[in-house]
């Protein structure tokens, strides 16, 4: 059996005895380790808010998406009726919550100032429930208000600020493109997602949509079912009352998980580009621990030469150089993790984003350092090994 312990130790006292060559030499492995678990967490940290930002907007494997047109023009034809989804809602099977989107431009005016949110927008009396976004303040408005055409508004926390400052606007008369309103409810507060600000919104029932927003068509809907079990069903479902009402596929379903998957694969591609570009500093740290130890071999054939005079075997003068360079890469890797996890948290809490830090990427970079230091140390040790004791001996440094 292979004793690795008396290398190890020959190893680490010729490194120590060489400290500011040792920490240069570590230094490329710490700095390519760092990068990748710093770009790593970060994406990971990245990928987390995204889903988290998604998931606090209902959207989950239960639900789905229904879009005008055909799904392969960069501006369909809105094609979607109000009507549609009185169909969909009567017709769809195991049907939570339908809401669908009538978007248009809306000046809000209130006394002597006006503002154009970022959005505004009629919707269903589904909406605090699909979307998990429930009035902070007041009240959201009810089914029968919906139907019943009622003049009620519900506006985000962005239009509060711009319109009314820091006094509460429930039960204040607005204007919205002209048409009087009455604020009955204030929107939690969901921040930014994808750099949008989700509370510069204003809300009206959608039965109101072509009075106040000149449109009559939805720019897409969402349906939320009892699990994502029903799914499959809720779109043939889906299809066949709409196919049968346009007599044509004028739109396109998108699930969303299919969607999550397709934010995953992005993020994941992205990682991994440039991960695999501060990867390649590992590969020059290794070609720089191969010089380093190729000089080695130089500075130290006499003790070598002393070595092999005096019993060591050829095996024993190579496990001691692939040692040293394992320790160098090894060291430089959990030197490098730490850095790179430091680095991560303290990027990630500057953006004000949770940091997640990417373990599995730091096992790989330890596996990855073992290697390139295995690897990268061979030919020097194999060329110290194969050192003649005698030529060694009369080598002058």
Not at 22 to 43: E, P
Not at 119 to 133: I, L, N, W
């Amino acid at each position: 059996m292979i004793n690795l312990l008396e290398p190890f130790k020959l190893a680490l006292q010729s490194l120590l005895s060489n400290k500011f060559r040792s920490i240069l030499t570590t230094l490329g492995v710490i700095i390519g380790v760092a990068a990748v678990i710093t770009l790593v967490s970060m994406g990971e940290g990245a990928k987390s808010y995204i889903l988290n930002q998604i998931g606090s907007w209902g959207v989950g494997a239960n639900s789905l998406t229904i879009h005008p047109g055909s799904g392969d023009v960069a501006v369909p034809e809105l094609t979607l009726t109000y009507e549609d989804s009185i169909a969909i809602r009567q017709k769809v099977r195991n049907l939570e919550y339908l809401m669908p989107e009538f978007v248009g431009r809306g000046r809000l005016a209130y006394g002597r100032k006006s503002y154009n949110p970022g959005f505004t927008m009629g919707v269903s009396a589904d909406y605090p429930f699909a979307y998990k976004q429930k009035a902070a303040e007041g009240r959201f408005f009810s089914q029968a208000e919906e139907l019943g055409r009622k003049r009620v508004a519900v506006i985000g926390r962005t239009v509060v600020r711009n319109l009314f400052g820091e006094f509460s606007p429930i039960g204040e008369k607005i204007k919205i493109n002209g048409t009087g309103f009455i604020v009955i409810g204030v929107l939690e507060e969901k921040g930014t997602m994808l750099t949008y600000d989700m509370d510069d919104m204003a809300l009206i029932p959608s039965t109101l949509s072509e009075l106040v927003l000149g449109t009559k068509k939805i720019w897409e809907m969402f349906l939320t079912l009892g699990n994502e079990n029903q799914v499959p069903q809720a779109i043939e479902d889906v299809k066949k009352v709409l196919i049968a009402r346009h007599h044509r596929e004028d739109f396109h379903i998108h699930t969303q998980q299919g969607m999550i998957d397709i934010i995953n694969n992005i993020l994941n591609a992205l990682t991994a580009i440039v991960s695999a570009i501060a990867a390649i500093s590992l590969l020059v740290g290794g070609i720089g621990i191969m010089n380093i130890m190729l000089v080695a071999v130089t500075e130290r054939t006499r003790e070598i030469g002393i070595r092999k005079a005096i019993g060591a075997k050829r095996r024993d003068i190579f496990l001691q150089f692939v040692m040293e360079s394992i320790v160098i890469t090894l060291s430089g890797a959990l030197i490098g993790i730490m850095i790179g996890t430091l680095a991560a948290w303290a990027i990630m809490a500057s953006l004000r984003l949770e940091a997640v830090i990417a373990w599995g990427a730091a096992y790989l970079a330890c596996l990855v350092a073992l290697l390139v230091g295995t690897f990268f140390g061979v030919y020097p040790a194999m060329r110290a090994s194969r050192l003649d004791p005698v030529e060694a001996l009369r080598f002058e440094a």
